[in-house]
């Protein structure tokens, strides 16, 4: 079993949609989580942490299941500039508090 | 602060040759990693320092060397290039208080071909 699985898509939404993604990971000691944003042929970039308690930032609102072992992120009102790959990313390891696991990534494209 | 900084951002190689990926970071991270990235595969994890001086091998470290000699740079090595190190390369940094990690910070990539 992957440390992290998500679904890769993609996931093809009209503008204004509600649209949302889950992310599974095995490792039930994990500490942090995060959900990254990825633009065609660009690096990574941090798109919010997620908490215990579950967060928002804007239209996103991003999850955490630990009893399940998931994280999920849901995007409100899509944009067209929301069309990217998203990924889940976790810290499996509670001694090594920088090593990230990354998800394969799930595809978001918003049409018109 | 430019972040994490990356070069070059493309390179061609024939089989055989070497080169080394640079990467520098300016935000005085202790934790660097370097990461390759090819299609339906995701990210994975090639090497990582925690530190000046200390380096550890990640999920795909075959063919690749690394050095830290000091916090801001952390150079990767290819030590005979072969096709399928073709890939896209990605250089991050991070910090993390207690058990808390802050998440990496990338470098734009380097697209390496091997021919």
């Known amino acids: 079993r992957k440390e992290v699985e998500q679904d890769p898509g993609p996931f093809n939404v009209p503008e204004g949609a509600t649209v949302a993604f889950n992310c599974t990971y095995s490792?039930?000691?994990?500490?942090?989580f995060f959900w990254y944003r990825q633009d065609c042929r660009k690096e990574p970039k941090l798109l919010m942490s997620v908490y215990s308690s579950g967060n928002e930032d804007g239209r996103f609102t991003a999850q955490l299941n630990r009893a399940s072992q998931y994280i999920s992120l849901l995007i409100r009102d899509s944009k067209l500039s929301d069309s990217a790959t998203y990924l889940c990313v976790v810290n499996p390891l509670s001694y090594n508090t920088d090593k990230l696991i990354f998800g394969t990534g799930t595809r978001l494209q918003v049409f018109p | 602060n430019a972040g994490v900084t990356q070069t070059p951002k493309f390179q061609v190689l024939k089989t055989g040759q070497s080169m080394t990926l640079q990467c520098a970071q300016d935000m005085n991270h202790e934790y660097m990693s370097w990461y390759r990235q090819d299609p339906g595969m995701g990210l994975r994890l090639i090497h990582y320092?925690?530190?000046?001086?200390?380096?550890d091998q990640g999920e795909v470290p075959n063919g690749y060397n690394v050095s830290r000699s000091t916090t801001e740079d952390f150079p990767l090595r290819l030590l005979s290039a072969a096709p399928s190190q073709t890939s896209v390369y990605f250089c991050?940094?991070?910090?993390?208080?207690?058990?808390?990690?802050?998440?990496?910070?990338f470098g734009s990539g380097t697209r390496l071909t091997v021919v």
């Open positions: 490792n039930s000691a994990s500490q942090s």
């Open positions: 991050a940094s991070s910090y993390s208080v207690g058990r808390s990690s802050y998440g990496y910070t």
């Open positions: 320092s925690v530190g000046a001086g200390i380096t």
